[in-house]
């Protein structure tokens, strides 16, 4: 789950990592009277969205008054901003952050994440932080500096030794980085978060460490034991139909194609989608209605998939373990009766009991396309969508 | 022949008394496997299906020399249910359990280091040699026993699409793993292809991959330079799009890395015989096995 900069920074706050002084604003009203609890300008205004690159789209503006800051919020509140990273449709603006303009000595990039390959906490820090994070990490590797922490042993002098002699920290102002570094780890582990990304890092003209930006990523898998972090949940950052189907237990993800795809398990989705793709037409989504489905979950799958107006047929691929085809046959014919599904539905199902599956299809009276393989479906999605 | 499982496994049931656990305990034993004991704390002195149940995993290892074990444990609980089997003294767990934190899941593969025993998942579907030995979800009768082709993937369904293919063109399997889909994973594709290379009786490897990680591409690199067996790939994701988590935890494209065309090109690179039609594998291995 992906939290918002105002929310990253109130954890920040609470681990006591210096974050310039400011808060978050929903409306004009709000913005200037956050402005007015501040000392004085120039202050920052910030797009609220889960999605970087927001500097460069125009989601972030300086306010050198009073007057600034009126017309530029206006200006940021309400618009839908498009980044490299919100796709094409952007993303709405909702809630401003508005906080002390920093006084930037120098801009440093400084991130903890776990690495796959070696089942570690790493800490990535760069001497070279600002915007294009991604570009300067691919272009100049030698600018970072790769920190890998045992999870058992958890983060040792050692590790922040190397950050800061990595960095290049003047000794004199070293003092307050090795609290920084702990509290950002312990902030890592006690939340189980996925990623903590401070960028830019600045060192401050005083010499002080402040964390300009913030971007966290929790884990879901571990959101059980942190019910205080459910409610920096941002519903209005989801696509609506994925917020439905999660309330169904369902694994939906909306995509811009016009195929509808319904299959039981994560990799054969995604195959599935790919056979669409290669059959030459688009799959409209990625739905895993889960291994031991039932007929109900199959029922609740469809009515996810007819909400999106752009599917003009759906390819229903079950491959029936545990789940017999019978019942699951059953559960399609149930729930094609019950949604009244008004586009070609292409079904291909494998596995215990196919034959008692195909007879119920077949005596069902709807309008199904069978398919006997996957080498079929393919064939049969192309006829499809001709 | 096979790896990791076979006639010796004696397997233990952790979480026995839930709903999957007594379930699939059931599906097991129905298959053939040596279920030798269940554990639930609390729940010692019970039975399920005939099988014993203890309050702990040294006390199910003390009473019944079981060597295996397979965890459905809910999330919360399944880190403590695997460090408690090793700290048994179980050499092999596999770990059905799906939703186990990651920071719990990066402990556990450390802690695990130091000790002789080997994980299989999280969040997969387990392992079977056909004929042998089901320590796992999978249904039973799709595999064909007495074959010489190895499986290995990090998916559940997509696994059974893969060997039910298979199985339809008379190819029987030694062993079919699933490593499963969470980021980390106890048991590699690179563990598992080294053990297939050793198993006299496997006579080729088919390994299944999706997007996400690096570990398709370290397995094409491994294969290159340690396999002298035919080794056929397919991966998963070719339309996923970047940034989002398909399904599996570890299912994701970031930063542009652990995308479907890398994996492909890295197979290749690395002497793979690369399927891109799922539709055609059982036909494109069969090419594959009998040249060799």
């Keep these: 789950m992906k939290i918002h900069e105002y929310q990253a920074k109130e954890l920040f706050r609470r681990y006591a990592i210096p974050v310039p002084e400011g808060g978050v604003a929903a409306t004009l009203d709000e913005a200037l009277a956050v402005a007015d609890t501040l000392p004085g300008y120039p202050l920052v205004i910030k797009a609220q969205i889960h999605a970087g690159g927001r500097g460069r789209a125009g989601g972030v503006k ?36 508005v906080e002390q303009a920093a006084d930037i000595g120098r801009e440093l990039y400084l991130s903890l994440l776990t690495d796959r390959a070696t089942a570690s906490i790493v800490i990535m820090a760069g001497s070279a932080g600002g915007m294009d994070i991604e570009k300067t990490a691919a ?31 003047p000794p004199d102002t070293m003092k307050q980085w090795p609290a920084l570094l702990a509290a950002l780890y312990r902030l890592f582990v006690e939340n189980d978060c996925l990623l903590v990304e401070i960028n830019p890092l600045i060192i401050t003209g005083a010499g002080s460490p402040l964390a300009v930006d913030a971007k966290i990523e929790l884990d879901d898998n571990a959101l059980f034991r942190h019910a205080d972090l459910l409610t920096y949940r941002d519903l209005h950052e989801e696509d609506p139909l994925e917020t439905r189907a999660r309330e169904y237990n369902l694994n939906y993800i909306r995509l811009s194609g016009n195929v509808g795809v319904m299959v039981n398990g994560a990799g054969l989705a995604m195959a599935t989608m790919d056979i669409i793709k290669k059959a030459g037409a688009e799959p409209a989504n990625f739905l895993d209605v889960g291994g031991g489905t039932t007929a109900e979950m199959v029922e609740k799958g469809f009515a996810i998939i007819l909400s999106d107006q752009n599917v003009t047929g759906i390819l229903v691929n079950i491959f029936g373990g545990i789940l017999r085809c019978d019942v699951l046959a059953r559960g399609i014919v149930e729930a094609a009766n019950k949604c009244g599904i008004s586009v070609p539905l292409l079904i291909r199902m494998e596995g215990t009991n196919v034959e008692q599956g195909r007879k119920i299809l077949a005596d069902s009276g709807l309008p199904l396309i069978t398919a006997v393989d996957l080498a079929d479906a393919a064939a049969k999605v192309a006829e499809m969508v001709a | 022949m096979s790896i990791f499982v076979d006639q010796s496994t004696r397997l233990i049931v952790q979480g026995i008394t839930g709903r999957e656990g007594r379930f699939h305990t059931r599906q097991c034993l129905d298959y053939g496997t040596k279920i030798v004991a ?35 444990v809910p999330p919360a609980f399944a880190a403590d249910a695997i460090c408690e089997a090793a700290d048994a003294g179980v050499q092999l767990i596999i770990c059905i359990t799906e939703g186990i934190p990651l920071l719990d899941v990066l ?8 000790t002789q025993t080997r994980l299989i998942g999280p969040n997969c579907p387990g392992i079977i040699s056909p004929g042998l030995c089901k320590a796992g979800i999978m249904p039973g009768a799709i595999h064909l026993p007495g074959g010489s082709i190895g499986v290995v993937s990090r998916s559940g369904t997509l696994t059974y699409e893969v060997v039910h293919q298979l199985t339809r063109q008379g190819i029987g399997q030694t062993t079919c793993i699933g490593i499963g889909g969470d980021p980390v994973a106890g048991t590699s594709f690179i563990d598992c292809l080294a053990a297939f290379e050793r198993d006299a009786a496997t006579r080729g490897m088919v390994m299944v991959g999706e997007i996400g990680g690096s570990a398709e591409e370290d397995a094409a690199v491994y294969v290159q330079q340690n396999v002298t067996k035919p ?5 998963a994701g070719l339309t996923a799009p970047p940034g989002r988590r398909m399904g599996h935890a570890g299912a994701i494209v970031s930063g542009g890395s652990g995308t479907a065309q890398g994996k492909i090109a890295a197979m290749r690179a690395g002497g793979l015989h690369v399927c891109e039609d799922l539709g055609r594998l059982g036909e494109f291995c069969k090419e594959i096995f009998s040249q060799t």
């Design chain 2, 107 to 114: 402990k556990v593969k450390h802690y695990l280091t130091l």
């Design chain 1, 62 to 97: 300086f306010a050198a008054n009073r007057d600034e800051l009126q017309r530029r919020a206006c200006k940021i509140l309400g618009m839908t901003l498009v980044t490299p990273q919100t796709g094409p449709e952007g993303r709405l603006v909702q809630r401003v952050l």
């Design chain 2, 38 to 72: 269940g554990v639930t704390p609390g729940k010692g002195g019970t039975e399920v299906s005939g099988i014993p149940v203890f309050n702990t995993v040294r006390e199910a290892v003390a009473r019944t020399e079981a060597n295996t074990s397979m965890i459905f």
């Design chain 1, 139 to 169: 272009t100049m590797p030698d600018k970072f500096i790769k920190v890998q922490v045992n999870p058992l042993q958890g983060l040792q002098p050692h590790h922040i030794r190397q950050v800061l002699f990595g960095l290049g920290i």
């Design chain 2, 231 to 235: 080794v056929v790939g397919f991966v």
